[in-house]
């Protein structure tokens, strides 16, 4: 059973840093491809980012493109995502998911396995 588990989530300020983890165990595989999907209150999921293990080929949303990255350490069979220069409407629950494939993909459809989230919270 695939399990993923999302940590590092908080509050912070504007302009500020915050990087999240997300910790697969179950046996995933550098097979796989992580993503980063997010939902803020009211509105529906949407795509963050999203790399393939293999590879490492990364794909952003444009929205976070040049100040986020994901990146992943193999060894430790966790995704990471650094975020930088915050803005309040990057405040949301950050979920992290995982599918058996060699290239990335920002469709929630194509993903198998979901963590619980964890949120972060920006403010002005």
């Known amino acids: 059973q695939v399990q993923l588990v999302e940590s590092g989530g908080g509050l912070v300020q504007a302009g500020g840093s915050l990087r999240l983890s997300c910790e697969t165990s179950?046996?995933?595989?550098?097979?796989?491809?992580m993503g980063w999907f997010r939902q803020a209150p009211g509105k529906e999921r949407e795509f963050v980012a999203a790399i393939a293990r293999t590879a490492f080929s990364t794909i952003y949303a444009d929205s976070v493109k040049g100040r986020f990255t994901i990146s992943g350490d193999n060894t430790k069979n966790t995704v990471y995502l650094s975020m930088n220069n915050l803005k309040p409407e990057d405040t949301a629950t950050y979920y992290c998911?995982?599918?058996?494939?060699?290239?990335?993909?920002?469709?929630?459809?194509?993903?198998?396995?979901w963590g619980q989230g964890t949120q972060v919270t920006v403010s002005s």
């Open positions: 998911a995982a599918v058996q494939s060699a290239i990335p993909s920002g469709q929630q459809g194509d993903y198998d396995y």
């Open positions: 179950g046996g995933t595989s550098v097979n796989y491809a």
